[in-house]
């Protein structure tokens, strides 16, 4: 899964009046989602991260009841979400240890 600063630059709600629909009118947001390049992306993203909204094409309650119907699928999800949780922990404490590595470095 790309991170959503890579995805989204690909999205066409990245502008603000379509980002507008989006959020205001879910009917119309759904058919701008259908053609969409990043759409199962942003599905993704949204059932991951427990988004509001039409995300991928599907409302939150959408999206609540196509987990609720699939279990395999939502036990999937928490797992990736796990392993996501688990990766950006790693990363921020390896970036943590390369700017102290840095810091000594430069003032030395
Ligand atoms: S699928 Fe819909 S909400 Fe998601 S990025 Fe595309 S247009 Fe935006």
């Known amino acids: 899964m790309r991170d959503?600063?890579?995805w989204s630059r690909e999205?066409?709600?990245?502008d603000a009046e379509t980002r507008e629909i989006i959020e205001s009118?879910?009917?119309?947001?759904k058919k701008i989602c259908l053609s969409c390049?990043?759409?199962?992306?942003?599905?993704?993203?949204?059932?991951?991260?427990?988004e509001h909204g039409v995300w991928g094409?599907?409302?939150?309650?959408?999206?609540?009841r196509m987990l609720r119907n699939n279990p395999t699928l939502q036990q999937l999800?928490?797992?990736?979400?796990?392993?996501?949780?688990l990766?950006?922990?790693?990363?921020?404490i390896a970036e943590d240890y390369w700017a102290a590595q840095?810091?000594?470095e430069q003032s030395a």
């Open 57 to 64: 094409g599907m409302t939150h309650i959408e999206r609540i």
């Open 4 to 6: 959503i600063s890579e």
């Open 77 to 85: 999800l928490t797992t990736e979400a796990k392993l996501l949780r």
């Open 25 to 29: 009118n879910p009917r119309r947001a």
């Open 37 to 50: 390049p990043v759409v199962a992306e942003c599905l993704e993203y949204s059932l991951i991260y427990k």
């Open 102 to 104: 840095r810091a000594a």
């Open 87 to 92: 990766f950006e922990k790693r990363y921020s």
């Open 11 to 14: 999205a066409i709600c990245r």
